[in-house]
């Protein structure tokens, strides 16, 4: 027989061994991550799951938190899977190399584990999640290593036939033989294929989703100077300033809010990771030219001052965050 459903909650126990033990079960199911529940004084999350053949299914239900894969933790080795997340409950905001994707009820995210990203639920989600070894999706010539993470739909075409299946799936896991569970698998992966090689295709094809990763990766490239503009990143790519804001807006920001926001991220990270760095040495290094622009711009978007957050390193712990969705800047970057 396949494998049984497994169940796990941290009701009943105090918010310290919440987080514990809610770490404790992600790490068992693809890796380690730091976990924040935001403001709230406690985290109530429970998680049902079960594997077939080499798949791992998940249906969590979680409180508003923050979990995180950060760069100081990025080895491939520890998270060797592609997550397929749908949303089931509630709204999760999902960050991943300077792209913040908003997630609500019928809308999928799939992604590289192994890449640093972190997941913001500012109130109570719940989703389903298939956790696939990387090797598996290699075996049938699609190569996660090249993947951005990319959001589809549920609500219709082969996105809402990979869930369907994946709920009969789970349902009846542990009815299957490991010979049929096998066949489940295979047939489950090739399900769950067919929405990511359409969106491997438009990218193959170069249309604007192509466009817009390599936009992604010039920014990230020169992101520490200062002088990076619109101009420039247009006339490196070979298009018009006009299409380079519909990439960005079509997402639901201006160039500008990636710019900055990618910058933050990078901000925060090594303030939270380098003690040896002053808050206006960060700043400046990272492209800002005031540190008190700086401090607004980080405010605003994280919801704490970033001395706060470098106080606390040096004192051996990490600053909370807000639990409000990051803020649009204005074209010029100031969130004022």
Not at 59 to 84: F, G, L
Not at 272 to 284: I, L
Not at 302 to 330: C, L, Y
Request: contains cysteine; charged residues 25%; glycine residues 6%.
């Amino acid at each position: 027989m396949s494998d049984t459903l497994h169940s796990l909650s941290t009701s009943g126990l105090s918010p310290k061994k919440q987080i514990q033990c809610w770490s404790d079960a992600l790490t068992d199911l693809c890796g380690q991550f730091e976990i924040d529940p935001l403001k709230a004084s406690s985290l109530e999350a429970n998680v049902t799951y079960t594997t077939v053949s080499k798949l791992k299914l998940c249906q969590i239900d979680v409180s508003q938190h923050r979990i995180a894969h950060t760069v100081a933790r990025a080895r491939s080795s520890e998270h060797p899977y592609v997550k397929i997340h749908f949303q089931t409950e509630g709204t999760s905001y999902f960050e991943q190399d300077g792209r913040r994707l908003e997630l609500r009820p019928g809308d999928i995210v799939a992604y590289d584990v192994a890449s640093p990203h972190a997941i913001i639920s500012p109130a109570r989600t719940r989703h389903d999640v298939v956790i696939v070894p990387k090797e598996l999706l290699r075996e049938r010539g699609f190569h996660p290593e090249r993947m951005s993470a990319c959001k589809l739909s549920a609500r219709a075409g082969t996105g809402r036939i990979s869930h369907e299946f994946v709920h009969a799936a789970f349902g009846e896991a542990a009815k299957l033989s490991a010979n049929n569970a096998a066949i489940v698998a295979d047939s489950l992966i090739d399900l769950l294929l067919l929405p990511l090689r359409e969106a491997d295709a438009a990218f193959d094809r170069g249309g604007p989703e192509a466009m817009y990763i390599r936009a992604q990766a010039f920014i990230r490239e020169h992101l520490r100077d200062p002088d990076l503009s619109i101009d420039r990143i247009s006339a490196a790519l070979g298009c018009t300033k006009r299409y380079l804001h519909m990439l960005f807006s079509d997402r639901g920001m201006t160039v500008s809010d990636y710019i900055w926001h990618v910058r933050l991220q990078n901000c925060r990270h090594e303030l939270e990771t380098y003690t040896g760095k002053t808050v206006t040495d960060v700043a400046f290094s990272w492209g800002f030219s005031s540190s008190s622009h700086f401090s607004r711009v980080f405010r605003k978007y994280f919801g704490v001052v970033p001395s706060s957050i470098h106080k606390a390193q040096q004192g051996g712990s990490s600053a909370g965050v807000s639990p409000d969705a990051p803020r649009p800047f204005d074209s010029d970057g100031d969130a004022d």
